[in-house]
């Protein structure tokens, strides 16, 4: 197995994530709010502007996109907390560590720009992912929302899970909202 390398992106590769997010909503259409379809209208400026509301991380295997995730702000009411969205890992990437590497590199980023702490959200009835993060280090709040997906049934809750950054890892805040 050779090895995965993940990079961020700037502006100027908006191509390359408009190209590996457009693959992630037709193979997981569930996981997302957006369709592929409503993605694939937007035109280069829509991307541009993706590109700079928040950093884009991809995973790639011989030089293949085989991950994303990106990183933005969480609450501005706590500037100190970054925020995971948008995973996803292409299916010959899972289980190989791609979501690994991706989760560890924007934890990186967020602790370089000086965030305190990292919020990931996750649906509290997806078992794997919360599973997931917690190996991580991600520790479940009681902060909690409706789920944004559409598939997702009537009543479907989706909490905050947080990962501190830094000197003092053992601390979880205590509230964190979106």
């Given at each position: 197995m050779s090895e995965i390398n993940v990079r961020a992106l700037g502006e100027e590769d908006w191509q390359q994530y408009r190209d590996i997010r457009l693959m992630a909503l037709q193979d997981s259409p569930e996981a997302f709010v957006a369709t592929r379809t409503?993605?694939?209208?937007?035109?280069?400026?829509s991307w541009r502007e993706r590109m700079r509301r928040a950093r884009r991380l991809i995973a790639?295997?011989?030089?293949?996109?085989?991950?994303?995730?990106?990183?933005?702000?969480?609450d501005p009411e706590h500037s100190c907390t970054g925020e995971l969205f948008g995973l996803w890992v292409a299916p010959e990437g899972r289980g190989t560590g791609v979501a690994w590497k991706l989760v560890e590199a924007g934890a990186n980023q967020a602790l370089a720009e000086g965030h305190k702490n990292l919020g990931y959200w996750v649906g509290t009835s997806?078992?794997?992912?919360v599973a997931f993060a917690s190996s991580f280090g991600f520790r479940p709040t009681g902060t909690r929302r409706p789920m944004k997906v559409p598939?997702?049934?009537?009543?479907?809750?989706?909490?905050?899970?947080?990962?501190?950054?830094?000197?003092?890892?053992?601390?979880?805040?205590?509230t964190v909202v979106r």
């Open positions: 409503q993605e694939a209208a937007l035109d280069e400026q790639e295997r011989n030089g293949t996109p085989v991950g994303v995730v990106s990183l933005g702000q969480g997806n078992g794997p992912a598939n997702e049934t009537d009543g479907a809750e989706e909490m905050v899970m947080v990962l501190p950054l830094g000197e003092d890892p053992g601390t979880v805040p205590s």
